[in-house]
């Protein structure tokens, strides 16, 4: 399918300037130039036109609020200072798969300040002898490189990142839950291998906190306590 009718699919009957993600890989360029894309994709902010046959950026639009490009696995060897004038706020460029062979053929991107994370992974440029170093130095607004930064830190992923917050706040409780119970067993527990009980002394006997009734006088039940070795609350 070539790339105009398939923006025209994307757009699905809306308008091109509500548009913040196209996806056009795969689609084919007549004549290696940029179709069907327009002016009118004002807020276009991710654009993706992999392995589509370009090799020109001549014709691509004003994109002013663009900030990540896919142009992997196409034909562009130069051109690339068309980016910095139709696309001045990019931070993600990926030229990973073209035929960029000279460090003159980047040095264009020089003017996208804010330009994070440059790929050109598996294009000749990367067989130079110190590539990093020079592509590093020739633009310094550049953070990664192919992936990685000038210490080779991998460049972190957000999106796990994300998904480990929403595990955090997912967790539920651990506290020790049981204390109170804990605490309530210890009261009602013998100490020292005693046993307390509460008892109500009256005119027929002596009653036990259970509501039974043992017909002892009071000293009568306090020997009887003391022999059997039971705590006696009155």
């Known amino acids: 399918m070539d790339m105009k009718k398939r923006i025209t699919l994307e757009l699905r009957n809306r308008n ?7 996806v056009v890989d795969n689609s084919r360029s007549a004549d290696g130039e940029v179709e069907g894309l327009t002016d009118e994709f004002t807020g276009l902010e991710v654009l993706s036109m992999v392995n589509v046959g370009l090799s020109s950026l001549a014709k691509l639009p004003s994109l002013p609020k663009l900030r990540k490009l896919e142009l992997s696995d196409n034909n562009l060897s130069g051109s690339l200072e068309t980016l ?3 696309c001045p706020n990019l931070t993600y460029l990926n030229l990973s798969g073209n035929k ?15 330009l994070q994370s440059l790929d050109l992974f598996n294009c000749e440029i990367t067989s130079l002898e110190d590539y990093r170093e020079s592509v590093f130095e020739l633009l310094p607004q550049v953070t990664y490189l192919d992936g990685f930064d000038q210490e080779d830190n991998e460049a972190p992923d957000s999106e796990a990142d994300d998904e480990d917050e929403d595990g955090e706040e997912g967790a539920g409780p651990t ?3 049981d204390d109170e119970d804990d605490e309530e067993d210890e009261d009602d527990g013998s100490e020292g291998g005693e046993v307390g009980l509460g008892f109500q002394v009256g005119s027929t006997g002596v009653t036990c906190r259970s509501h039974q009734l043992y017909p002892f006088t009071q000293n009568a039940l306090e020997q009887h306590a003391l ?7 009155f």
Do not use: Q, T
């Open 84 to 86: 910095s004038e139709k």
């Open 175 to 177: 506290g020790d839950y």
């Open 16 to 22: 091109p300037a509500e548009i913040a993600e196209l």
């Open 100 to 114: 960029i062979k000279e460090l003159s053929n980047v040095e264009a991107l020089v003017n996208l300040k804010s």
């Open 227 to 233: 022999d059997h070795h039971i705590l006696l609350f």
